[in-house]
């Protein structure tokens, strides 16, 4: 199975900070690789995919980078409704798997 | 607008069975992979089962903790996908989402709210 390592798992921030999340796959996945952000008690919601496509309704302030097995996530400036949780997926292969997860908390 | 609803989530000893229903709208259900997705209580998502679509002879995929357990099936006259879960133990206690893949797109656009399955006795 292919791992995927996020860092940080946890990260302190401010409104209007510019913040980065990478994930590292354990081999290479072409650019076969979305982003998702959750809430307590909510799906997941999908926020980039194809590493770099902004998902249709998601702010411009996401970003994806990346290919191979090297990703990153940026929030350009945070907003109050972007702390949360997020998540990377790959789905090169079988079986598709989730990064450990990155919470974004308030500083 | 796209809507994906489950249903058929609740309390089961371990060793019982249960059968979670998602019903979709607002998009051509028949075009569409359709995928379960799992997330135990504190934990991060996990990828269950899919089915492709017809042209792809509806063949599944699941992941090696449910395979031989779990089995995903649907029905495009009903606009419905269903996770059929048996044997169940109590490490399978998770909220259950429905999602929708597009194929060439990424996957898992759209989810539904969730069903919850305890396994417990």
């Known amino acids: 199975d292919i791992q995927m390592t996020q860092s940080p798992s946890s990260l302190s921030a401010s409104v209007g900070d510019r913040v980065t999340i990478t994930c590292r796959a354990s081999q290479d996945i072409r650019n076969d690789l979305g982003w998702f952000q959750q809430k307590p008690g909510k799906a997941p919601k999908r926020l980039i995919y194809?590493?770099?496509s902004l998902q249709t309704g998601a702010p411009s302030r996401f970003s994806g980078r990346g290919s191979g097995t090297e990703f990153a996530l940026t929030i350009s400036s945070l907003q109050p409704e972007d702390f949360a949780t997020y998540y990377c997926l790959q789905h090169a292969t079988y079986p598709h798997t989730f990064g450990q997860g990155t919470k974004l908390e308030i500083k | 607008e796209v809507h994906l609803v489950e249903s058929g989530g609740g309390l089961v000893r371990p060793g019982g069975s249960l059968r979670l229903s998602c019903a979709a709208s607002?998009?051509?259900?028949?075009?569409?992979?359709m995928d379960w997705v799992r997330q135990a209580p504190g934990k991060g998502p996990e990828w269950v089962g899919r089915?492709?679509?017809?042209?792809?002879?509806?063949?599944?995929e699941y992941a090696a903790s449910v395979k031989g357990r779990f089995t995903v099936s649907r029905d495009d006259s009903q606009n419905s996908v269903y996770l059929q879960m048996n044997s169940l133990k109590n490490e399978d206690t998770a909220v259950y989402y429905c999602?929708?893949?597009?194929?060439?797109?990424?996957?898992?656009?759209?989810w539904g709210q969730g069903t919850l399955v305890t396994v417990s006795s």
């Open positions: 607002g998009f051509t259900f028949s075009d569409h992979y």
């Open positions: 194809s590493a770099f």
């Open positions: 999602t929708r893949s597009v194929v060439g797109s990424g996957c898992f656009d759209y």
């Open positions: 089915i492709r679509n017809k042209v792809n002879s509806y063949t599944t």
